[in-house]
């Protein structure tokens, strides 16, 4: 068979004249399907064979724009190519028509265009240039939403596969230099020198070595790795053989949790090409190195995410870490030297080869190098995937990216890394984000998940979701996580239904403190951080739970009362509203809650057009 | 060989490389105290109890897995320790049955002994515990997993017995629970009866039924005999009692199949004079026999009649 060389330039040649032809992609990621971008994807084979158009209709991956799927984009030959949101079937047609038939875009649907090589169009947001995508940079993200993830040479023309071939002319020690010189961190959430982890794994002693990709992504919030997975297969692959031929290891694992069935199957895809092309198996594009992948699917449990646990995982054991050292650099799978990234950190892996470490230490802060892909979630009108480099502000991600709070809502805090972060609250929104400027205000990067809350959200019952969940995904072997976070999730449940004690902070912090420093696992080490930054910065909160009896959000159901004032003009909706029949009240009076009855759902509260009904 | 030395409470230790704090400090006189290590199948690491305090460490490791090194500097009672090892304690007992008085254990149980030794009187902590049911299924061992502290030495026991691994953890966090297969009882399960899991159990959770009530654990004085029904040469107990044997534990596996039933009835009939009643397993029910049968002698006998 022929070298990539070979191939290479045949390759580009046709995705050169695909991008030419009028195109229509549609967003298929979990995302896009999620918001029904499978049925518009019929509705508009339906309409250009209908229509008895000349167009490709293809598809994508998520092009982070999660807020406005599903998403569309459509290109004519020497134009820019116009992405459209919000696009259902029914308005498949009037696009159609506007943008592919009469050749003017319907700039009312359009979020940003693209413009490549092709002319802009007036009137609609330039990516680079547009509130979303200015203050991003596009490195390892850079292929989501913009090629077919599910062929293999979609990744070749955009430059795949170039990293393994100049990594095969390198020497393996001359690759973790570069690494190390790019200054990569575990993306996974450690953050954890890359190189240097590569160089423990090459110094180690093994007749065998192993490469095992952290693809077990389970913060709430977080879908990065998902995003990459399903987006950018072979770039993880590729990072992988890459670190394999660093190493000197021939065999890799993807472990993938099971609930990302898209990506497991892109990826087995994407294996399958690649060894159809001889770019993964035995001598690899004519080399002596030989690599094979496979993947593992993880069953449900979040602590998995742990590598000794993953570890334990994949050889068929519970899913349960063992103790440290030996690192898995060391005594990793099957005991044998293993290293062991996550899936944002391979895929950073080719980029940084073909460029050079330098390049990708030209991005970021002193500490932290490069970019991080971010999870923008809960109550911020722009949710989706953004790349931002290191260093930038928790501002600029919540009100430039992020476009600001729902319905202009005041902002409260952001949870940073998941239930083993921390969340921050408005006076550390200039903090330049980067992992020691993270854990120094108590959170931490974590894997990149970003959850924005805004003033109706109560810190006590956020603290009380978190705890929730760590306390669910704890795997019961070591005393202070199975027991310790069980106490304080009760504590927590107590104050938030107002049966809290004067005691109850102290026990807090002393379960926090004790469990933190005697855990056996990162998962229960971090597992306390929800509690204790929320008691750092919202303590009064707590303390109006416990002593007032009050939600100062007005959320925690047990601690409201709902009351009608003097603004009641008696008109009888919020009798309707109702579920209980708790409202009362001659017509043209001012109307009564009985307490007793009162559910507290709130139904009656937007019925109300007099603002009458006061929640406290 | 190789040595390594380090300070564990300001006093100077010097132990063969590769061993663990634990060993370091427990070999200089120091206290730690531990649940679910076991030198045997050591490396568990899980109940935390045996955390200590090692300069520039992160956080508190667990002395049991750690290795002792050049120049570390080890405190095993500093004030964060003893913080910890308070609250681990007072998590146990919050989600363990407090009935010393009347437990089989008391007196020789180690969640006790801590609880006393660091003060902890009760759990502070309100809220859910376990409850399952007692397993009085085997008519030799006990099983009550609401006593049960999770510290594993009775699964890494149990597995380390060749075919056997007849239990393990079974669900997840504050769920977990150490059962036999598909959770079913103890009588159900392939379990052989050799109650080596009985000897390491720190707690009340497992114990020797035909013992159930008939001593406290200072009343009753141990003597250790080497079984002789085959040539692998198990350790048992004689428990006495006033001088009298009440009845024969499991104590220490030798290689082979080792700590069978049939040589823990052997002795209870040799040294007991009100030996237990034998029953064995047939057709997954425990029926009682007769002593040839328990023991194997139906045909020798016929051929001596």
Same mark, same amino acid.
């Given at each position: 068979?022929?070298?990539?060389?070979?191939?290479?330039?045949?390759?580009?040649?046709?995705?050169?004249?695909?991008?030419?032809?009028?195109?229509?992609?549609?967003?298929?990621?979990t995302?896009?399907?999620a918001?029904?971008?499978?049925?518009?994807?019929a509705?508009?084979?339906?309409?250009?064979?209908?229509?008895?158009?000349d167009?490709?209709?293809?598809?994508?991956?998520?092009?982070?724009?999660?807020?406005?799927?599903?998403?569309?984009?459509?290109?004519?030959?020497?134009?820019?190519?116009?992405?459209?949101?919000?696009?259902?079937?029914?308005?498949?047609a009037?696009?159609?028509?506007g943008?592919?038939?009469?050749?003017?875009?319907?700039?009312?649907?359009?979020?940003?265009?693209?413009?490549?090589?092709?002319?802009?169009?007036?009137?609609?947001?330039?990516?680079?240039?547009?509130?979303?995508y200015?203050?991003?940079?596009?490195?390892?993200?850079?292929?989501?939403?913009?090629?077919?993830?599910?062929?293999?040479?979609?990744?070749?023309a955009?430059?795949?596969?170039?990293?393994?071939?100049?990594?095969?002319?390198?020497?393996?020690?001359?690759?973790?230099?570069?690494?190390?010189?790019?200054?990569?961190?575990?993306?996974?959430g450690?953050?954890?020198?890359?190189?240097?982890k590569?160089?423990?794994?090459?110094?180690?002693?093994?007749?065998?070595?192993?490469?095992?990709?952290?693809?077990?992504?389970?913060?709430?919030?977080?879908?990065?790795?998902?995003?990459?997975?399903?987006?950018?297969?072979?770039?993880?692959m590729?990072g992988?053989?890459?670190?394999g031929?660093?190493?000197?290891?021939?065999?890799?694992?993807?472990?993938?949790?099971?609930?990302?069935?898209?990506?497991?199957?892109?990826l087995?895809?994407?294996?399958?090409?690649?060894?159809?092309?001889?770019?993964?198996?035995n001598?690899?594009?004519?080399?002596?190195?030989?690599?094979?992948?496979?993947?593992?699917a993880?069953?449900g449990a979040?602590?998995?995410?742990?590598?000794?646990?993953?570890?334990?995982?994949?050889?068929?054991?519970?899913?349960?870490?063992?103790?440290?050292?030996?690192?898995?650099a060391h005594?990793?799978?099957?005991?044998?030297?293993?290293?062991?990234?996550?899936?944002?950190?391979f895929?950073n892996?080719p980029?940084?080869?073909?460029?050079?470490?330098?390049?990708?230490?030209?991005?970021?802060?002193?500490?932290?190098?490069?970019?991080?892909?971010?999870?923008?979630?809960?109550?911020?009108?722009?949710?989706?995937? +953004?790349?931002? #480099?290191?260093g930038? =502000? @928790? $501002?600029?991600?919540?009100?430039?990216?992020?476009?600001? %709070?729902?319905?202009? *809502?005041?902002?409260?805090?952001v949870?940073?890394?998941?239930?083993?972060?921390?969340?921050l609250?408005?006076?550390?929104?200039?903090?330049?984000?980067?992992?020691?400027?993270?854990?120094?205000?108590?959170?931490?990067?974590?894997?990149?998940?970003?959850?924005?809350?805004?003033?109706?959200?109560?810190?006590?019952?956020?603290?009380?979701?978190?705890?929730?969940?760590?306390?669910?995904?704890?795997?019961?072997?070591?005393?202070?996580?199975?027991?310790?976070?069980?106490?304080?999730?009760?504590i927590?449940?107590?104050?938030?239904?107002?049966?809290?004690g004067?005691?109850?902070?102290?026990?807090?912090?002393?379960?926090?403190?004790v469990?933190?420093?005697?855990?056996?696992?990162?998962?229960?080490?971090? +597992?306390p951080? #929800?509690?204790?930054? =929320? @008691? $750092?910065y919202?303590?009064?909160?707590?303390?109006a739970? %416990?002593?007032?009896? *009050?939600?100062?959000?007005g959320?925690?159901?047990?601690?409201?009362?709902?009351?009608?004032?003097?603004?009641?003009?008696?008109?009888?909706?919020c009798?309707?509203?109702?579920?209980?029949?708790?409202?009362?009240?001659?017509?043209?009076?001012?109307?009564?809650?009985?307490?007793e009855?009162?559910?507290?759902?709130?139904?009656?509260v937007?019925k109300?057009?007099?603002?009458?009904?006061?929640?406290? | 060989?190789?040595?390594?030395?380090?300070?564990?409470?300001s006093q100077?230790?010097?132990?063969?490389?590769?061993?663990?704090?634990?060993?370091?400090?427990?070999?200089?006189?120091?206290?730690?105290?531990?649940?679910?290590h076991?030198?045997?199948?050591?490396?568990?690491?899980?109940?935390?109890?045996?955390?200590?305090?090692?300069?520039?460490?992160?956080?508190?490791?667990?002395?049991?897995?750690?290795?002792?090194?050049?120049?570390?500097?080890?405190?095993?009672?500093?004030?964060?320790v003893?913080?910890?090892r308070?609250?681990i304690?007072?998590?146990?007992?919050?989600?363990?049955?407090?009935?010393?008085?009347?437990?089989?254990?008391?007196?020789?149980?180690?969640?006790?002994?801590?609880?006393?030794?660091?003060?902890?009187?009760?759990?502070?902590?309100?809220?859910?515990?376990?409850?399952?049911?007692?397993?009085?299924?085997?008519?030799?061992?006990?099983?009550?997993?609401?006593?049960?502290?999770?510290?594993?030495?009775?699964?890494?026991?149990?597995?380390?017995?060749?075919?056997?691994?007849?239990?393990?953890?079974?669900?997840?966090?504050?769920?977990?629970?150490?059962a036999?297969?598909?959770d079913?009882?103890?009588a159900?399960?392939?379990c052989?009866?050799?109650?080596?899991?009985?000897?390491?159990?720190p707690?009340?959770?497992?114990?020797?039924?035909?013992?159930?009530?008939?001593?406290?654990?200072?009343?009753v004085?141990?003597?250790?005999?080497?079984?002789?029904?085959?040539?692998?040469?198990?350790?048992?107990?004689?428990v006495?009692?006033?001088?009298?044997v009440?009845?024969?534990?499991?104590?220490?596996?030798?290689?082979?199949?080792?700590?069978?039933?049939?040589?823990?009835?052997?002795?209870?009939?040799?040294?007991?004079?009100?030996?237990?009643?034998?029953?064995?397993?047939?057709?997954?029910?425990?029926?009682?026999?007769?002593?040839?049968?328990a023991?194997?002698?139906?045909?020798?006998?016929?051929?001596?009649?």
């Amino acid at each position: 068979m022929g070298t990539l060389k070979d191939h290479r330039s045949s390759i580009e040649e046709q995705h050169t004249k695909k991008m030419e032809r009028s195109r229509i992609v549609v967003g298929l990621g979990t995302c896009g399907i999620a918001a029904g971008g499978n049925k518009v994807m019929a509705a508009i084979r339906g309409e250009v064979e209908s229509r008895g158009l000349d167009v490709d209709v293809d598809f994508t991956s998520c092009i982070g724009m999660c807020y406005a799927e599903p998403v569309v984009e459509m290109s004519l030959p020497g134009a820019a190519s116009v992405v459209y949101g919000g696009v259902y079937p029914e308005n498949v047609a009037k696009l159609i028509e506007g943008h592919l038939v009469n050749k003017i875009p319907v700039t009312d649907m359009a979020e940003i265009q693209v413009v490549g090589a092709g002319v802009p169009y007036e009137g609609i947001p330039v990516m680079e240039k547009s509130t979303y995508y200015e203050k991003q940079i596009r490195s390892v993200t850079s292929r989501l939403g913009r090629t077919n993830p599910e062929r293999i040479e979609d990744y070749i023309a955009t430059g795949g596969y170039a990293g393994i071939e100049k990594a095969l002319t390198m020497e393996p020690q001359e690759i973790i230099n570069e690494v190390k010189i790019s200054g990569l961190r575990g993306r996974g959430g450690g953050g954890f020198p890359t190189g240097t982890k590569w160089q423990f794994v090459s110094d180690a002693v093994g007749d065998k070595k192993y490469i095992v990709c952290n693809a077990d992504e389970g913060d709430p919030g977080a879908f990065m790795d998902r995003s990459i997975l399903e987006g950018d297969p072979h770039a993880i692959m590729e990072g992988m053989m890459i670190a394999g031929y660093a190493i000197g290891a021939d065999e890799g694992i993807i472990y993938c949790r099971a609930e990302y069935p898209l990506a497991i199957s892109r990826l087995n895809l994407a294996i399958e090409k690649a060894e159809a092309m001889g770019i993964l198996g035995n001598n690899i594009l004519g080399s002596e190195f030989n690599f094979k992948i496979r993947i593992k699917a993880g069953a449900g449990a979040f602590v998995c995410g742990e590598e000794t646990a993953l570890l334990n995982s994949i050889e068929g054991y519970r899913g349960t870490p063992r103790v440290r050292p030996p690192f898995p650099a060391h005594k990793g799978l099957w005991q044998k030297p293993t290293c062991l990234n996550n899936v944002e950190s391979f895929a950073n892996i080719p980029f940084i080869v073909r460029n050079g470490g330098a390049w990708y230490a030209s991005m970021g802060t002193e500490k932290s190098k490069g970019s991080k892909v971010f999870c923008l979630t809960g109550n911020i009108n722009n949710t989706g995937l +953004a790349e931002v #480099p290191m260093g930038i =502000t @928790l $501002r600029e991600i919540v009100y430039d990216i992020a476009g600001g %709070i729902l319905e202009g *809502r005041k902002f409260k805090a952001v949870q940073s890394g998941g239930p083993s972060g921390g969340c921050l609250p408005a006076d550390q929104l200039d903090l330049p984000i980067d992992y020691d400027s993270l854990i120094g205000a108590g959170a931490m990067m974590g894997s990149g998940g970003l959850v924005v809350m805004d003033e109706t959200t109560c810190m006590v019952d956020m603290a009380r979701f978190f705890l929730n969940f760590t306390q669910l995904e704890s795997c019961g072997k070591c005393t202070p996580c199975r027991e310790g976070t069980k106490r304080m999730l009760e504590i927590l449940e107590r104050i938030c239904e107002g049966l809290g004690g004067p005691n109850d902070i102290e026990t807090l912090e002393r379960l926090a403190k004790v469990i933190k420093s005697s855990a056996l696992c990162a998962l229960g080490q971090t +597992a306390p951080n #929800p509690v204790l930054t =929320t @008691l $750092r910065y919202f303590r009064d909160e707590y303390e109006a739970h %416990i002593n007032d009896k *009050r939600c100062p959000a007005g959320l925690c159901a047990e601690l409201l009362t709902f009351t009608v004032n003097d603004r009641c003009v008696g008109c009888g909706v919020c009798i309707k509203a109702c579920p209980v029949n708790a409202i009362s009240g001659e017509k043209k009076a001012v109307h009564v809650i009985d307490p007793e009855a009162c559910i507290k759902c709130g139904a009656c509260v937007p019925k109300c057009k007099f603002d009458a009904i006061v929640k406290a | 060989m190789s040595t390594v030395t380090l300070t564990i409470n300001s006093q100077e230790v010097t132990v063969p490389k590769g061993s663990t704090v634990l060993d370091a400090a427990v070999g200089a006189g120091f206290f730690i105290p531990t649940f679910c290590h076991d030198p045997i199948y050591a490396g568990y690491g899980g109940c935390r109890i045996c955390i200590v305090d090692i300069k520039g460490a992160r956080n508190l490791p667990a002395s049991c897995v750690t290795a002792a090194a050049d120049g570390m500097i080890v405190e095993t009672e500093s004030a964060p320790v003893v913080e910890a090892r308070k609250t681990i304690i007072e998590l146990m007992l919050a989600n363990h049955p407090v009935d010393c008085m009347t437990c089989e254990k008391c007196g020789d149980c180690r969640l006790q002994d801590y609880a006393f030794r660091y003060g902890v009187e009760s759990a502070g902590f309100g809220g859910e515990r376990k409850d399952y049911e007692f397993d009085t299924t085997n008519p030799y061992i006990n099983r009550n997993m609401n006593k049960c502290i999770l510290c594993g030495k009775c699964v890494r026991t149990c597995k380390g017995a060749e075919d056997r691994a007849v239990i393990d953890f079974t669900f997840r966090g504050f769920d977990t629970k150490v059962a036999p297969a598909l959770d079913s009882s103890l009588a159900e399960s392939a379990c052989v009866s050799c109650s080596r899991c009985v000897s390491v159990c720190p707690v009340g959770a497992l114990t020797d039924k035909p013992l159930g009530g008939k001593a406290r654990a200072w009343e009753v004085v141990k003597e250790e005999v080497t079984c002789t029904w085959c040539d692998a040469g198990c350790l048992f107990d004689l428990v006495r009692k006033n001088g009298e044997v009440i009845g024969v534990a499991a104590k220490a596996p030798a290689g082979g199949r080792p700590l069978c039933l049939k040589g823990r009835l052997g002795l209870e009939l040799r040294y007991n004079d009100k030996p237990l009643k034998p029953m064995l397993k047939k057709d997954d029910q425990y029926v009682e026999v007769s002593w040839t049968e328990a023991l194997g002698l139906d045909e020798i006998l016929e051929k001596l009649n």
